[in-house]
C-alpha cells in the first residue's frame, strides 16, 4: 500500500460516491453519533481510525467493499499471509463461474429462452459483483478478462433474443474493449463478428462488411470452428448486400472448416457451439437474399435432419421463417403462410418472444402485399393474435 495512504482518503471517496454528507456520516458513526470536525480530521488523515470493528461497520454503512481496508479474504497488500495465498477461493469461484457459463450457452442452444435468461441473469450478477468487490489485480487477471468478455457476449446475445439491439451492440463493444486488454485473437474475432453482424441487422451494410472481413482476418489466428463460424457470418453480410459470388465463396468455406471438425454435442471450451446445421442456416438465409429462394426450399430436407441430429432447438425454432420468404418471392403465398404459422408454433414451444415477433413481421408483410383474403393467411393471423392474447 501506498505510504501516503490512510482510511479517511476511502473513507471521502465512498462518501462521495453514495452523496453522504460529512454531517450525515457523523450522525451515523459506528458505536455513537460523533461530531462533524471528527469525520474531518478522519477524512484529512489527521485521526486514524485502527479498530478494525469500525471499519467493518463503516464499510456496511458505506457499501465500501472489505478489501479496501485490508480486510477481506483476499487481501491484495498482504496474501502472502493467507492460505494458499489466497487464490485457492478465487479461482474456483471462477471454476463455478466458468462451468455456469458452458450450461447456460448449452442450454440457450436445447431449452426455452427463459432457462437459458436466468442462467445469464446469475452470471452478470455475479460479475456485477466481482467488478465491485475484487481488488484491482484480480480484474485484471487474463482469466478473469477472459470470462468477462465471454459473459458480455452472451449477455448481447441474451439483448437479441428480446430485440434489444442497441443494448446487445453496447455489450459486443464492451468485449471489444475487454478482448484489446487480453490480446488475444480468439476473443477479438468473436467481439468484432458480433459487432459487424449487429451492424449489417442495423442496416449499415458497408460496416458490417467490412468488420466482419476484419473478424475473418483475425479468425486466421485462432481455430477452424471459430474460423467455420467468422465466414458464415461474413456470408451472411454478403448476401444481405447482393454479393452472390463472394457470399458463395464465403460459406463454402465455412462449410469446408466445419467439415473437418469433430462433430461434438457436450462440451465445447470455447462456448462457441457452432455445427454443421448453423453454416446449413447461413446458407438457407442466404439464397433468398441473392434471388435463389427454390434453393433454401431444396435444403429443407438435410437441414432439418441435421438439425434433429445435432438437437438443435433454438435453431429449430428459426428455421420456417426462412421457408416463409422463399415461398413468398416464389408466390407460393398458401405454403409461405403455413411456414409462418409453423415459425409461429416453434416460436411458442420455445418461448422466443422475438421469434414471435418476426413470425408477425412476415405476416403483416403478406397483408401489406394484399393477401388478406386468402384462408392459410387468415388462419395465420388468428393465430398470431392468439399469441399475443388479443
Known sequence: ??????????????????????????????GKPVNLRYVQYVEAGEKQIADQHILRQLSEILDIPLWQFGLSAYNPYRPESLPGRGERMHQETLDVAESL?????????IAPLPEAERSARH???????????????ALLEPRFLALHAQIQRLLGVMHVERKQYDEALQCYIKMNQIAEQLGEPYFLTLAQMNIGVEL?????KKEAVELLEKARDTSFGTGREIAALVHSYLARAYASDGDSLRFQRAIDTAQTLISRLKQNSGHDENH????????LAELSYGYPEIGEPRKTLDLQENI?????????????????????????????????????????????????????SRAEEHLITLEEAGYTEVEE????RNEVNQAKGE
Open 1 to 30: 500500500m501506498n505510504n501516503d495512504y490512510h482510511h479517511g482518503i476511502t473513507i471521502k471517496e465512498y462518501c462521495q460516491k453514495r452523496a453522504m454528507s460529512q454531517q450525515a456520516l457523523a450522525e451515523r458513526w459506528p
Open 101 to 109: 457459463l458452458q450450461q447456460t450457452w448449452r442450454l440457450r442452444q
Open 123 to 137: 452470471l452478470s450478477n455475479l460479475f456485477d459483483y466481482f467488478l465491485t468487490y475484487l481488488p484491482p489485480p
Open 200 to 204: 449489417e441487422r442495423a442496416g449499415r
Open 272 to 279: 462457441v457451439f457452432y455445427s454443421l446445421s448453423s453454416v
Open 304 to 356: 432439418t435432419k441435421q438439425i434433429r441430429a445435432e438437437h438443435n432447438t433454438r435453431l429449430y425454432a428459426w428455421i420456417p421463417l426462412d421457408w416463409a420468404r422463399a415461398y413468398l418471392m416464389l408466390n407460393e403465398i398458401e405454403e409461405s403462410a403455413n411456414a409462418g404459422r409453423e415459425l409461429l408454433h416453434r416460436a411458442g414451444d420455445a418461448q422466443a418472444p422475438h421469434i414471435i
Open 377 to 380: 393467411v387468415q388462419q395465420f
